[in-house]
Nanobody
Framework: QVQLVESGGGLVHTGGSLRLSCAVS????????VAWFYQTPGKDPRFVAA????????HYADFVKGRFTISRDDAENMVYLQMHRLEPEDTALYSC??????????????????WGQGTQVTVSS
């Protein structure tokens, strides 16, 4: 079992920055990946970025490339999502999720077995 707890969400103006944190605990090991998804009401979770726990390989959704950076601190068991140049369209509940990696870093929410409760990000125009 893996447990994930997000923090760091809040209200920010257009163009601002936020750093989200995901505290990871439990039986995570190098063959796991941790990802960030965002979700708006009535919609399925949408992939944002993922990182492999062992090697630190990363993968991003096209719409966040150049704006968001995923990173991990395996000494502290934390995964971060640094977000810059935020836009109102980025407003959503952001959740981190973990999976035992298959081939590559998955983008589909159904491939992730463990989820946190999420942290709300609101970007005002």
């Amino acid at each position: 079992q893996v447990q994930l707890v997000e923090s760091g969400g809040g209200l920010v103006h257009t163009g601002g920055s936020l750093r989200l944190s995901c505290a990871v605990s439990g039986r995570i090991s190098d063959n796991y990946a941790v990802a960030w998804f965002y979700q708006t009401p009535g919609k399925d979770p949408r992939f944002v970025a993922a990182i492999s726990w062992g090697a630190g390989a990363t993968h991003y959704a096209d719409f966040v490339k150049g704006r968001f950076t995923i990173s991990r601190d395996d000494a502290e068991n934390m995964v971060y999502l640094q977000m810059h140049r935020l836009e109102p369209e980025d407003t959503a509940l952001y959740s981190c999720a973990a999976q035992v990696m298959g081939y590559g870093l998955a983008e589909n929410d159904y491939e992730y077995d463990y989820w946190g409760q999420g942290t709300q990000v609101t970007v005002s125009s």
